[in-house]
Each structure stands twice: as structure tokens, then as C-alpha cells.
């Protein structure tokens, strides 16, 4: 009972100065709005990020060549990257050949799916008629589809007798289709166009339409777009004379593997024995895993930076709050030595002060939750993401505002409980 009645003398306390309790409340509110604001923009941001490295494959492994003196470099930072395709230092004897491959699907047949390999032959125009359109050429097998979500919308996807038959066969996005034919996506099957790549012109016939999905970093307008076609692995190669093997691919693991991480290692320790005598190459891994584990560090360690930076305001706050209830006191002086004359224990007088000093920092934790939610959730909508609510740091946010409150609001109330009650019915 004596703690709802001193519930009830703090509303009683703050409402009748609603102004200076807004103005002391309001260092809490900037600190935990901050704070909530910048964990909803991350827990946001980390959502998306998962989301997406999950529609490119979560359990993908990306094997590639590596310049063997960068090695100790790379794997001090926790990750490691093949040598981009095309590099001029790369010899036919350094690549990745069609029995390592083989090879490779025996050892872990039962640990992987697909194996997806592509080349890229550099940028080029379709064209049909007067009407052209930007394109990025990409060789892929028939397998490279497992590793890369795309949807088809019409005709059928590149396969295995393409490759082998160097069939001069082509698919490409709706938008292209939309630019060269103005019509649906089934008017562009089965026709003719002209590809310029490299100096060349080829002849291509379109098997198949997907679904063009917008890269929200590219500069492209809308009338200018570059979007990618793929072409038999085959006739990419011998588009760009490239020499036999690859540089880099994909292996995309069965579902039921636990540890991607492991089994990236079991791939290189597999190529190990085929680049024994090679003093300038060698075979490494990257999995999505680990580039996401990567990004959400980089994520933590910003917001928590951002977030101790916001904190500070709290402390202002804090410090309102007990300059605030010493002003509080002394107005009341009369008051609390008429509840001490009447018997009130010092104990009683100290938690009706520190109620007090809760109440007002918990009103400006739950204004601040509210203000950081919003201001949260208008951020993530502007970068593009989904507002996610982060409800950890608003359980964390409410007990920190009733924190500051105890911890604040302690002095004063101990000030006023030490009160002489003669002293303080004289006090005017």
C-alpha cells in the first residue's frame, strides 16, 4: 500500500509542474530515443542483410584461385577471397580443371548439390532491329542456376546440350525484352538478335526471359540500363579465347550440412595435392556464413560506438533529474518535516522521494522508447528497409531509465530523509 501511495504523491508531484518535469524528462527521452533509434536502423540493416544472403545462397561455398603471398594477410582478417577471374598472371596451368571438378563431385557426393561455374565476357549491346539495349555477358553451365536465384517467366533456362553443342542460345532479362520486342515476354522466344561484344558481332537466339531484380546500388537509369544475359559457358569461352579451366566457382552444399564452415576447408584441403608444386597459387574458400558473421561484427561495433556516444545524454539526464528533485525538496521542506513530525520513518520519506525520481525517468524512458522507435523505423524506410523492432534494447532501455531514477534520485531522497523535522516546519 505505501508503494501506490507514493506512486500517487509522484503523479501528484509531476503534474503540477508538467512543464519542468517535461524539461528534466527530456535528456532521457534524447538518450534512450537515440539509442532505441539506432538499434532499430541495425537490427533493421542486420535483418536485410540476412534476408539477402540467404536468397544468394547461405550455404554457397566460393572457391578460387589465391596468390599464395597474400595468404598469412588474408586469413589475419578471418576471411578469404579467390583471385579475380581474368587476371593476367594467371597461367592455363594454375586454373581448375574439368577432371578437379569431377573429382571434386565424387569425394563429396553426398555434400553437394551443384557445382556452378561462370565467366564473364565483359559488357556488350543487344540488338534487334533500331532497338538496343545494355547488356553484361555471362557464361554459365547448366548448373550455375542452383547458386543464384532467378525466376523465369518464359521459355526455359540453359542446359547441358547447349553447352556442349556451343548453341548460340541466349536468355535475358524482361527488360530487355521489353526494350527490343514491346510486347510479352513469350513474343521474344525463338527470335534473332545481334550481340557487339569485344569488336564481334554474334548471332544469338533468346531460349528463355527472367525476372530482372533492381541492385539498389546501381547508378543505371531506367532508360539506360545494363542488365545481364547468359550465354552457354561454351561459346563464352571461345567469345574471349579464354584458355580451358576456371578461375573461380560456386559449390552449393546439401541442405542437411551443419557446418558449411568445415566443409569449406574439407574443399581446400581436397585441391591441396594439385597445387603442391605450384609456387604461385593455390585454392581458397569463402562462405556466405562468414561474410555474414563479418558484417554483422562491423554492425555491432558501429552501433554500439553510435549508441555509447547517445548514452551520454543519459547522464545529462540523470544529472537533471537530481538537480530537479534537490529543487523539489527544498520547495517542500515544510512538507516533509510535517510528515516527520507526524511520525513518518526516514526510510518511508527516502522511497517516496526515489519513487518520485523512478517515476519521472521511467515516463522518459517510455517517451524515449516511443520518439527512437519512430525515428527508427523513418530511417530504415528511407535506406530501405523493413523497421525491426529490437526488443531487447527496450527491455534493457526500461530497467536503465529506472537505473538512473534509484541511482539518481538517491541523494536527494537521503537528503530529505536526514531532514531535522523542527528545522524544517521553521523553514519558509
Known amino acids: 500500500m505505501l508503494i501506490i501511495e507514493n506512486i500517487k504523491i509522484a503523479f501528484g508531484a509531476l503534474l503540477s509542474g508538467k512543464m519542468r518535469s517535461l524539461l528534466t524528462m527530456l535528456g532521457i527521452i534524447i538518450g534512450i530515443g537515440s539509442v532505441i533509434a539506432i538499434m532499430t536502423v541495425s537490427s ?3 535483418s536485410s542483410i540476412s534476408d539477402s544472403f540467404q536468397e544468394m545462397g547461405a550455404n554457397n561455398i566460393t572457391t578460387g584461385l589465391r596468390k599464395l603471398e597474400q595468404e598469412e594477410s588474408v586469413k589475419a582478417n578471418g576471411m578469404k577471397f579467390g583471385a579475380a577471374a581474368g587476371n593476367s598472371n594467371i597461367e592455363e596451368k594454375d586454373l581448375v580443371t574439368d577432371e578437379m571438378l569431377a573429382g571434386l563431385r565424387q569425394e563429396f557426393q553426398d555434400k553437394i548439390d551443384a557445382i556452378a561455374i561462370s565467366e564473364n565476357t565483359g559488357s556488350g549491346t543487344a540488338m534487334k532491329g533500331n532497338a538496343s539495349a ?3 555477358i555471362n557464361g554459365i553451365n547448366d548448373e550455375y542456376f542452383a547458386s543464384s536465384k532467378t525466376t523465369l517467366l518464359a521459355g526455359r533456362r540453359i542446359n547441358a546440350s547447349d553447352i556442349k553443342g556451343n548453341k548460340k542460345v541466349i536468355m535475358v532479362s524482361d527488360k530487355l525484352a521489353e526494350s527490343l520486342f514491346n510486347g510479352s515476354n513469350e513474343s521474344a522466344l525463338a527470335q534473332k538478335i545481334v550481340v557487339y561484344s569485344n569488336g564481334k558481332y554474334e548471332d544469338f537466339y533468346i531460349i528463355g526471359v527472367y525476372k530482372y531484380e533492381e541492385n539498389t546500388f546501381s547508378s543505371d537509369s531506367s532508360s539506360n540500363i545494363t542488365t545481364t544475359a547468359y550465354i552457354p559457358l561454351s ?4 567469345m574471349v579465347h579464354s584458355d580451358k579451366g576456371y578461375s573461380q566457382f560456386t559449390v552449393v552444399t546439401s541442405k542437411d550440412i551443419e557446418d558449411v564452415s568445415l566443409f569449406s576447408e574439407e574443399i581446400e584441403q581436397y585441391f591441396q595435392p594439385y597445387y603442391t608444386g605450384n609456387q604461385d597459387y593455390g585454392i581458397s574458400t569463402s562462405t556466405m556464413q562468414s561474410m555474414t558473421e563479418s558484417m554483422y561484427s562491423m554492425i555491432s561495433t558501429v552501433s554500439v560506438a553510435v549508441s555509447f556516444i547517445a548514452g551520454i545524454s543519459l547522464l545529462v539526464g540523470g544529472i537533471g533529474v537530481m538537480n530537479i528533485m534537490m529543487v523539489s525538496i527544498t520547495e517542500r521542506t515544510r512538507e516533509i518535516g510535517t510528515r516527520k513530525a507526524l511520525g513518518a520513518k526516514n526510510s518511508s520519506i527516502r522511497l517516496q522521494f526515489i519513487t518520485e525520481s523512478v517515476i519521472l525517468c521511467l515516463l522518459g524512458g517510455i517517451l524515449g522508447i516511443i ?6 523505423a523513418i530511417a530504415a524506410h ?3 528497409y523493413g523497421a525491426a523492432v529490437p526488443l531487447g534494447s527496450i527491455v534493457i532501455s526500461v530497467g536503465f531509465s529506472m537505473a538512473i531514477g534509484v541511482f539518481f534520485g538517491y541523494y536527494p531522497a537521503n537528503k530529505a530523509a536526514q531532514m531535522n523535522p523542527a528545522e524544517a516546519l521553521r523553514y519558509e
Open 44 to 46: 533493421s540493416l542486420s
Open 134 to 136: 545494355n547488356i553484361s
Open 235 to 238: 561459346v563464352a569461352k571461345e
Open 371 to 376: 520518439t527512437g522507435f519512430i525515428l527508427g
Open 382 to 384: 528511407i535506406l530501405g
